[in-house]
């Protein structure tokens, strides 16, 4: 079973843009914790454990005890155990990197651009920027993880330093790198110009697949011909029944990205007071299917309960859709040729 542990609501930085909304000194107990990671045991098969925030860096002592006591469980139990967090990447010494290597975490690293781009969208709370910070805490990553991957917001106002970006990243050593659109944002006078990055970037990554080194960039290498063929039969997004977030309260909610500051309840599925309320995940699924299926897009069902304006949100991601598969189409028949 997939569990995620938000650790805490507090966070250092100051994203014009954060889905998990404002930000509060509420950091989850030691008897949360424990709780939630029985829960994560509670099932047959492999455990996953994930760690988010907030940013879960600044509940790092509460994060390595939880990762300790987990580990212990799964030896003496012979069960597989794997572990993963996301970061900012703006607290970061060498006992953190020796820790997440010793338990082989899975780690996303969010950074959103160059220096100046990552100044402006994803400054400290003071205003300070975080470029200089986050980008030597990157390098640092490729030289000690062996396992991790970039998780890139992009906006309107980001788009012409992208392809920058990702090509000083793979420089750097980055192998892996996640898109992930702001769909919240006016997209309405930027198509062309998304057009134009996507279908580069999607040549990089479909030309990068041919040699020793690819540069796995999302959403382009799911498309890969490589990729699709070893697809079948994998699993998705679990959402509530195999995978379920779990707030510094004890809530539980079906996604890390739907928890926020842990007031909507109509996204709730539970709490580890009362247990799993599987109606309310049967319905909170069937909604997400069918808000998904009117506008023809994939993906994770949360992207149909996030705050906000939903239809114009999924509007967005169906365009996204869209694009990622013209620029595909474009990069298989350039390396075919």
């Not at 309960?305 to 999924?314: E, F, I, R, Y």
Request: charged residues 20%.
């Amino acid at each position: 079973m997939k569990v995620c542990l938000v650790l805490t609501h507090q966070c250092n930085l100051g994203c014009s843009y954060c889905y998990a909304g404002e930000k509060f000194k509420s950091s989850m107990s030691w008897e949360i914790g424990l709780r939630s990671l029985r829960l994560a045991f509670s099932r047959p098969g492999p455990v996953e454990v994930s760690f988010f925030g907030g940013e879960p860096m600044i509940a790092f002592d509460s994060l390595a005890r939880l990762t300790r006591v987990a580990s212990t469980w799964a030896s003496r139990a012979g069960r597989e155990i794997r572990f993963s967090m996301t970061t900012n990447a703006t607290i970061l010494k060498d006992k953190h990197l020796r820790f997440l290597r010793h338990y082989n975490f899975f780690v996303g690293v969010s950074v959103d651009g160059v220096e100046e781009v990552q100044d402006t969208q994803r400054p400290f709370l003071s205003g300070r920027g975080s470029g200089q910070l986050v980008w030597r805490n990157l390098e640092a990553f490729c030289h000690q993880l062996e396992d991790f991957r970039v998780l890139m917001v992009i906006r309107p106002g980001t788009l012409e330093s992208l392809p920058q970006a990702v090509e000083r990243m793979y420089r750097m050593g980055v192998s892996k790198v996640s898109l992930l659109p702001d769909t919240e944002a006016d997209w309405s006078n930027s198509r062309a110009l998304l057009t134009r990055v996507y279908q580069q970037l999607a040549r990089v990554c479909f030309l990068s697949m041919l040699t020793d080194e690819p540069m796995w960039i999302s959403p382009f290498v799911e498309q890969h011909p490589a990729q699709l063929a070893g697809s079948e039969g994998s699993g998705g997004c679990g959402f509530g029944a195999d995978e379920l977030a779990v707030s510094p309260a004890g809530h539980f909610y079906p996604c890390a990205r739907l928890v926020g500051p842990d007031r909507r309840t109509e996204v709730r599925i539970g709490s580890l007071a009362d247990g799993l309320d599987w109606e309310r995940i049967a319905q909170l699924q069937l909604q997400a299917d069918e808000k998904m299926n009117s506008c023809g897009t994939g993906g994770c069902k949360c992207l149909a309960l996030m705050p906000g304006d939903q239809q114009a949100q999924l509007a967005n991601v169906a365009m996204f859709t869209e694009i990622t598969g013209e620029a595909c189409q474009n990069a298989l028949e350039m390396v075919a040729a």
